[in-house]
């Protein structure tokens, strides 16, 4: 089973930047489809981004679109999580997960209960 690692969280004033990285142990068609989610403390794991790795199409919730984008580095086998103009609200551990299909729907956004795979996890920090 391909295990994730993220790494780059870390502690920032609001509207600074970020740049969350996970690693992919290998290539696996299980994981052709890598999300990118966050919990505060209270509240549900949600979706943030995601990327099919194949074709590269990407897929963001609203609340981070304009601010948040997610790349690849395919020989690498690693996803990227670029954020900017980060506010309070982003506050929350961030994980990276992994499935076999993303949505063709290009308004789709990913949720955690249809991942299988995830990494430990990674904090994230905005004071204001």
């Known amino acids: 089973q391909v295990q994730l690692v993220e790494s780059g969280g870390g502690s920032v004033q609001a509207g600074g930047s970020l740049r969350l990285s996970c690693a992919a142990s290998?290539?696996?068609?299980?994981?052709?489809?890598m999300g990118w989610f966050r919990q505060a403390p209270g509240k549900e794991r949600e979706g943030v981004a995601a990327i099919y790795v194949v074709g590269g199409s990407t897929y963001y919730a609203d609340s981070v679109k304009g601010r948040f984008t997610i790349s690849q580095d395919r020989a690498k086998n690693t996803v990227f999580l670029q954020m900017n103009s980060l506010k309070p609200e982003d506050t929350a551990m961030y994980y990276c997960?992994?499935?076999?299909?993303?949505?063709?729907?290009?308004?789709?956004?990913?949720?955690?209960?249809?991942?299988?795979?995830w990494g430990q996890g990674t904090q994230v920090t905005v004071s204001s």
């Open positions: 997960a992994a499935k076999a299909w993303c949505s063709a729907d290009t308004n789709w956004v990913p949720r955690a209960n249809d991942f299988g795979v």
């Open positions: 290998a290539y696996s068609y299980s994981s052709n489809c």
